[in-house]
Each structure stands twice: as structure tokens, then as C-alpha cells.
């Protein structure tokens, strides 16, 4: 069992800046992809970025090219989503989630495991 947990999640306003973390643990057998999702008020929950277990190759959704960075610590259990120039419209819970295959990028049908989501508010 893969357990996923999420912090950093906050209120800040627009052109501010959050970091997000994501903590798996368990048993892994395998090199395995991480990334991150979200999903605002009445919307779908939508790719926001995913890095591969060597950190090689991270891609990323088009509403945050240039202004988010996602990386894996040594460990490669950890990922983060350094979030900057928000805006209003990055208003969502987010996801942290893992695909134990290690390609990108990473549809929702194809994630694994899911964090409990941590909520990111921005302010105009």
C-alpha cells in the first residue's frame, strides 16, 4: 500500500508564491512516476505537471508552463510544486499522485495513488 501525503497548501494573493510537498511511503518495487493535479469548484481534475523517477524528463500543462516547477528530492520520494505568479484562476485543491510506471505525462485514468489534496487559494 502507497501512502501519499500533501502540505503546504494555503491562501496568497495573486502574483504570490506556494510550495506544495508530497510524501510517499510504502512499497515500491519499481521506479515510478510522480506529478500533480487539481480541481477547482465544479470542474474536472486536470493535469498540472509530472516528473519521472530519475527527475529526467517533467512536463507540464500549458496554463503553468513558466510559472510552476515541479522536482523529486534524492531520495526520489518526495515531489514538489513550487508555484509562482499565481493567479486567481490556479484556485484548486490539488492532487499529488503517483503512477507506478514511470513514463509522462500522467492521464487521471492512469494514476495509481491519490493524496488527500490540499487546498490553494489565490486572492486578486
Known amino acids: 500500500q502507497v501512502h501519499l501525503v500533501e502540505s503546504g497548501g494555503g491562501l496568497v494573493q495573486a502574483g504570490g508564491s506556494l510550495r506544495l510537498s508530497c510524501a510517499a511511503s510504502?512499497?515500491?518495487?519499481?521506479?515510478?512516476?510522480m506529478g500533480w493535479f487539481r480541481q477547482a469548484p465544479g470542474k474536472e481534475r486536470e493535469f498540472v505537471s509530472a516528473i519521472m523517477y530519475s527527475g529526467y524528463r517533467t512536463v507540464y500543462a500549458d496554463s503553468v508552463k513558466g510559472r510552476f516547477t515541479t522536482s523529486r528530492d534524492n531520495l526520489k520520494t518526495t515531489v514538489y510544486l513550487q508555484m509562482n505568479s499565481l493567479k486567481p484562476e490556479d484556485t484548486a485543491v490539488y492532487y499529488c499522485?503517483?503512477?507506478?510506471?514511470?513514463?509522462?505525462?500522467?492521464?487521471?485514468?492512469?494514476?495509481?495513488?491519490w493524496g488527500q489534496g490540499t487546498q490553494v487559494t489565490v486572492s486578486s
Open positions: 499522485a503517483v503512477r507506478l510506471r514511470d513514463t509522462v505525462p500522467i492521464t487521471v485514468t492512469e494514476v495509481d495513488f
Open positions: 510504502g512499497r515500491f518495487f519499481t521506479p515510478y512516476a
